[in-house]
């Protein structure tokens, strides 16, 4: 990985890959449309550690997928198709899909290779990091005794509904006593 001083249009060089210049600011306008679109800015003062974390999100995605082709992880267009159904099942219609895209900087051909992205770095770790870690019973309760603090939670009591049943021939004193009892 190296930053390149020579190239002006050169963000960064992974593995003799190029990110450019203008797929970085590409990713980091469709990361700024995705806060947008939950109400949320990046201020000012924050901007270059935004910047910095996009370029190494861009990096780390790099190595990822070299990595995962170089171990011929790879996804069937039909998995592809059902992820991009799931989430376009989550919108009313085409339209509002499209839409929902258009906000947060997307096309369906970049939401497509992004989903193709992320599913075959999750493939990857799973088969690679994930699929590979045991933890034995013994850890498990030795981490539990060590680290008690998080998992204690003081006694409580919840309630929805206080029923307090006053019979029909009861004074109007008698319901307001009822009354107070839930107080």
């Known amino acids: 990985v190296s930053c390149s001083d020579d190239n002006e249009s050169l963000a960064a060089r992974v593995n003799g890959e190029d990110i450019t210049i203008e797929e970085f600011e590409t990713n980091l306008e469709s990361m700024k449309a995705q ?8 201020p000012d003062e924050e901007l270059a550690s935004f910047k910095v974390n996009v370029l190494d999100n861009l ?3 790099r190595i990822f997928l070299d990595y995962a082709e170089e171990h011929e992880y790879t996804l ?16 009313e219609s085409k339209e509002a899909f499209l839409a929902v895209l258009e906000q947060q900087g997307f ?4 939401l497509r290779k992004e989903i193709e992205k992320g599913m075959t770095i999750e493939r990857m770790l799973e088969a690679e990091v994930i699929a590979k870690i045991v933890i034995s019973p013994d850890e498990v309760e030795t981490f539990y005794n060590e680290n008690q603090q998080y998992f204690a939670r003081p006694e409580s009591v919840s309630a929805r509904h206080i029923l307090v ?10 319901h307001e006593k009822a009354l107070a009892k839930t107080k």
Not at 35 to 42: I, L, Y
Not at 165 to 174: I, L
């Open 165 to 174: 049943m006053a019979s029909p021939e009861a004074s109007d004193d008698d």
């Open 59 to 61: 990096i780390r995605t």
């Open 35 to 42: 806060f947008a679109a939950q109400g949320q800015s990046v």
């Open 107 to 110: 096309t369906e051909k970049t």
């Open 76 to 91: 069937s267009d039909d998995e592809i198709d059902v992820e991009i159904q799931t989430i376009q099942s989550q919108c």
